[in-house]
């Protein structure tokens, strides 16, 4: 017997809500995604995993208010956290002083945060919170990982050929390489990764 309740038949989005941009699946997915890397939503995305718990865990510097500070055109990506004054987090709405002054100040402090949490933060592909301490205990600083070889960071146990292969590709993307400078310029030093002297 035919059911009286036909249900609409469902139509995927082919637009991202967010840019307009066509969605694609991916290979052997049956998610749709925006490729498009300056969508905004994805952009901010980024910046709330950067200043997340999992990685750069900056206080007070929550989702609302990356919206605002990207909306109104003063971030374009997570580098540009550490540009921000006092000044500009007076500028968005609800903001007072007192939580001008913590929100800068948890993105000062961040700077010379552990190596691991920046690593996690650059959100590399296959790159999560267990790898990036693997990676800042074996090479203890960005120095050195960034001139590692695909050899030294497959040796690793715990990385292997693919991921490290991602590593190897993200540090020289062109991109990277700028932004790596910018952060240098701004005074993010992450910390090394602590020596345990027990013999």
Known sequence: EESHFSRPEYKA???CPSCGTDLNPHEREV???CDNPNCPQKV???IEYWVSKEAMDIDNVGPSVIEQLYSKGFIKNAVDLYK???QDFMQLDLVKEKSAFNMYNAIQESKTKPLSRLLTAFSIRNVGKETANLLANEFGTLEN?????IE??????GVGGIIADDIYNFFRNPETVKMLEELENLGV???PPVQNTTD
């Open 145 to 149: 990982l960034k001139n590692a070889s």
């Open 13 to 15: 989005p082919e637009k």
């Open 31 to 33: 998610n749709l995604y």
């Open 189 to 191: 030093k992450p910390a």
């Open 84 to 86: 921000l004054t006092m």
């Open 44 to 46: 901010c995305a980024r």
């Open 152 to 157: 030294d960071l497959a040796k690793i146990d």
